[in-house]
């Protein structure tokens, strides 16, 4: 955007560009247009279609025009708290539950409403940093490394809370697993050690769970059961049920944070109002689950866990180091190892490396810096979407959930992330 | 809300409850639940149903599951421009158009990108005041008068720029057309009169014509034919569209404001990111319009016109004044010329006043100091909507346009406003 001289902006938003990941989505479906090639690994939309179930429960409240609480529609926070007690395991009851339209709003809301500090580990996902900037709030980053699976560490927080002569700072700690932009999780052990650090410096957990679902062995956990009287698990329905272009996001957030949950809902009543009526009465449906929607999510799994191995595998044998994923569908390779051989092609950092990418392959990733990456370090986010989800999913369901997919399954219905990794692997030889 | 001693909260968002148009809704029901007579005249809702085309359009697209672009689905765009040059004669281009969550929510947007002051003529809508307050931003209101039709004249907006040794302060004047809480519009003379001092001062104008198509004549004029460099335009589905609960609002905005244009959307995208996609698609088919939803429109128009004729007659007769309405559903009674009547009674303030009346008659309204009127002016509004719009409007769909609606259609279709209206006047003769 161009700005010009005589404007009256506020200055906290001067200059905000649009969202990295909408953006690159954009660029791409430009690219496309004027007739390349793109692998479209940009954008983090989950691409399998909205269960059927789901979809018929939306054209059933096709009607549904009254304005509904600003905390959500009674059935749905009914249905939101059953899915989390269910799925993971802690006590939230429908009183517990804040709708919103995305997490991504109720987030904004969370860090407008606190006083304090966010506190967000890096890599992370591209809009925290961005919505403390609009509100004009600091944010600290702590940057954690390949080595330590892109996790922080229990001993980490310890030293930032010991830091500055303000051990009780009021502070928001952001976790996210399965985690965008890695694709990695914490181990049960890890959120223990983390739970007890936040318990001891009285932190907020912001647990993103957006992802849990889509944990590639269904063995998410929540940093909830060993913190709940601290912890906000945000979730929704954008990744494991589809539907991100829904806009219905969800915050179970416990008694002792009322006072969160009532201003936020305040603002939502004087902001969004609510969330948009027939979208929520087709969620009830969603979080209600039932056989045909785990099957759903057994079948996505399924494939995204083989897909992500197999682009781990190429991605390794071209020299870039890569963990293998625990969810979601990202993986966050670092490309320091062959670091010589690309300066020697003029690339020094991540976004010069990112637009050579998509220049010379049309393999369109994202750059580490984004996500709150030194701006040299030679990392990246991919999204290993560019399949039609709904045919994938139809291949799938003919293949027994107790049999492994088979050799050829990826190469027949995936094979434009296949290509895609073998075109940066070319590049990377070149 | 009962805030605990300790707590991290933003001082902007303290204490802020929710917003006063959906606790009335929500004590209403209240009431209802223990069994007592309720009449709903507090929420303003559209009590008609979503056209049949509109809902039909939903279901249609109930499987669209992508994250749309920030500033709104191109197809979207395209109508909502055409939808302005067809109804308002306005030179609106899509690349002018900008689609949120409700305009409520792009309203707040506007005030967060803004760096200015906000200048709002009360009575006013209830949530202009308090979205600056959680921005911290200040408020200049305009105390119209009863004389005046509670319209703002163009003196008044000359004195407020010429009265602090700052005509060019960065200012944004919200006009609202038919008129929320009044139902009053303007005179294409009284818009080009405000249009020449905006332009004057260089005032942008925020132009609320969210009740335009229901202006009961269908004469709605706007005031951008008479200063478009400077005049955004806000509209959506909830109001003519019966779609209040889909969250669905619109602003046009002229390239001159480009910049506001694209910081808004860029805020946007890193909130509620995009508007829910299946809403967007339906919308198409609302603001595309046709023959199917003028037919809406005209009966929609002639039910709200007798009804609010119908009100004001028992009002004035009772002592009550009140203007008769240009649009929308709402009355805005100043029930003054009652005062010493009503002081005797224990009752000094519109909030008395209306507490009372309810307890009284199970009559629910909302008093004049929610839309920033003085608490002690014994004003009110009243929402002329506890009908079955469906059924009404299937009722008015057996009348030809061309006739007036007969004598007993208000009483048999809308009888319960009606009752309303007598037991405001039996309790003010009491």
Redesign the interface.
Known sequence: ?H??KH?????N??G????AT?AI??RSKQLQREGKTVYRLG?G??PF??PVPV??A??LH?????????KGLPELREAVAGFHQRKDHVDDQPDNVLIG??S??LM?LLQ?????ELVVPSPCWV?YV??AQ?IGRRVRIIHTSFEDNWRVTPRQLEQLCDSENDVYR?RILVLNYPSNPDGGSYTSGELQKIAEIARKYDIILLSDEIYGQLHHKGEHISVARFYPEGTIISSGLSKWC???????GTFTIPHNLD??M??M???G???????????QW?AVRAFKGGIRIERYLWHARRILSALGSSCVETLTAAGVRVHPPDGAFYLFPDFSPLKERLAKRGIHDSVGMCNQLLADTGVAILPGVVFERPAEELTARLAYVDFDGARVLSASETIPLDEPLPETFLATHCGRVLEAMDQIADWLDA
Not at 16 to 19: E, F, I, K, Q, V
């Open positions: 955007m700005i010009e404007v009256s902006l506020n200055l938003v001067r905000l560009g649009t969202s909408l989505n954009e954008l939309q989950s279609p909205v979809v018929d939306l054209k096709a009607h549904e025009k009254d304005y509904l609480p600003a339209p995305g991504k709003e904004f407008l409403a606190f006083y304090g809009s961005p919505q609009i009021p589809g539907a991100g272009g829904w806009r219905l006072w969160l009532e201003t809902a305040a603002m009543s004087e902001t969004y109002t609510s969330v948009s009526a027939p979208i087709a």
